[in-house]
């Protein structure tokens, strides 16, 4: 069984920095790529930042783009996300997802989308105020 744990989330004033981690343990298992999903209350689970192990691509969703940046280490299937800058509207639960299925890669995978990931963590909650 994989597990994936998040750490790093809390309560930061607006314009404040966070540093988000996550950790894959359980099974031992080959990714992909990692990446971070967000949900706030009463809105549907969106794509933040993914990086691709191959060729160590980042892909940033627009509303972050300049403010987060991933990283992280294939071989410990660790994923890091430092999140500057930060406004009210980026409070939410924040998942990260690993994608483990050679078949998703193959077939050209971008690894924007929840359906192309396989394990998730159980969210770590980001509040910012104003």
């Known amino acids: 069984q994989v597990q994936l744990v998040e750490s790093g989330g809390g309560l930061v004033q607006a314009g404040g920095s966070l540093r988000l981690s996550c950790a894959a343990s359980?099974?031992?298992?080959?990714?992909?790529?990692m990446g971070w999903f967000r949900q706030a209350p009463g809105k549907e689970r969106e794509f933040v930042a993914r990086?691709?192990?191959?060729?160590?691509?980042?892909y940033y969703a627009d509303s972050v783009k300049g403010r987060f940046t991933i990283s992280g280490d294939n071989a410990k299937n660790t994923v890091t996300l430092q999140m500057n800058s930060l406004k009210p509207e980026d409070t939410a639960v924040y998942y990260c997802?690993?994608?483990?299925?050679?078949?998703?890669?193959?077939?050209?995978?971008?690894?924007?989308?929840?359906?192309?990931?396989?394990?998730w963590g159980q969210g770590t909650q980001v509040t910012v105020s104003s």
């Open positions: 997802a690993a994608g483990a299925d050679p078949r998703k890669y193959f077939s050209g995978s971008d690894y924007s989308h929840i359906y192309e990931y396989d394990y």
């Open positions: 359980g099974r031992t298992f080959r990714s992909y790529a």
């Open positions: 990086i691709r192990w191959s060729g160590g691509s980042t």
